[in-house]
């Protein structure tokens, strides 16, 4: 059964940076396509970063330049460094295999504001 497990959110001034973690149970990140999800309140959730097995990103318009989505295989963990952080990051995040769902995590809250 997978498990994934998101953590490193927290309240931040615009401006500031995060790094959010994402560890997993049952699935070896190495392997599958990861990507970087979030919902803010009101909205559907949207994917916001990829990374291919091949080491190969994209990211969404609203966050290009600013996040940077990257992997670490030994620890099994992927990782969403976000820079320049705006209000309009407000949201909570999530992390899974868009080619193919899995359970979703908790998520972990990002609130921008000052």
């Known amino acids: 059964q997978v498990q994934l497990v998101e953590s490193g959110g927290g309240l931040v001034q615009p401006g500031g940076s995060l790094r959010l973690s994402c560890a997993a149970s049952?699935?070896?990140?190495?392997?599958?396509?990861m990507g970087w999800y979030r919902q803010a309140p009101g909205k559907q959730r949207e994917l916001v970063a990829s990374?291919?097995?091949?080491?190969?990103?994209n990211y969404a318009d609203s966050v290009k330049g600013r996040f940077t989505i990257s992997r670490d295989s030994a620890k099994n963990t992927v990782y969403l460094q976000m820079n320049s952080l705006k209000p309009e990051d407000t949201a909570v995040y999530y992390c899974?295999?868009?080619?193919?769902?899995?359970?979703w995590g908790q998520g972990t809250q990002v609130t921008v504001s000052s």
């Open positions: 990374l291919t097995t091949g080491g190969w990103t």
């Open positions: 899974n295999t868009p080619t193919a769902l899995r359970a």
């Open positions: 049952g699935i070896i990140f190495n392997f599958n396509v």
